[in-house]
């Protein structure tokens, strides 16, 4: 199944003269949305990317199952970066 929302926690610190302080950013995406946005732009796409695999010699059908394969398994997704000024974190769900 394909994520529905992700979180998205970002933290970092100010450097103040006076003091520094902490940071936080918490953030909720609907992803439902953006599916629903992008739908149009796949389905117009669609034909143009078959057409392509035909001149590159690509299986379309295969090309569609992977990128399919692909986007159902971001599900459950853990994104961490970590600098000594920031910090962030993706949960794909």
Not at 11 to 25: D, I, K, S, V, Y
Request: glycine share 0%; hydrophobic share 60%; charged share 10%.
């Amino acid at each position: 199944m394909i994520p529905w929302s992700a979180s998205i926690r970002v933290h970092w610190t100010t450097h103040r003269p006076a003091a520094p302080r902490q940071r936080r950013l918490h953030l909720w995406v609907p992803l439902f949305l953006v599916w629903l946005l992008l739908l149009p732009l796949v389905l117009i796409l669609f034909p143009f990317v078959a057409l392509a695999c035909i001149f590159v010699r690509i299986n379309a059908l295969r090309l569609y199952a992977t990128a399919w394969s692909v986007l159902t398994s971001l599900r459950h997704t853990f994104v961490e970066v970590h600098s000594p000024a920031a910090s962030v974190r993706v949960h794909l769900a």
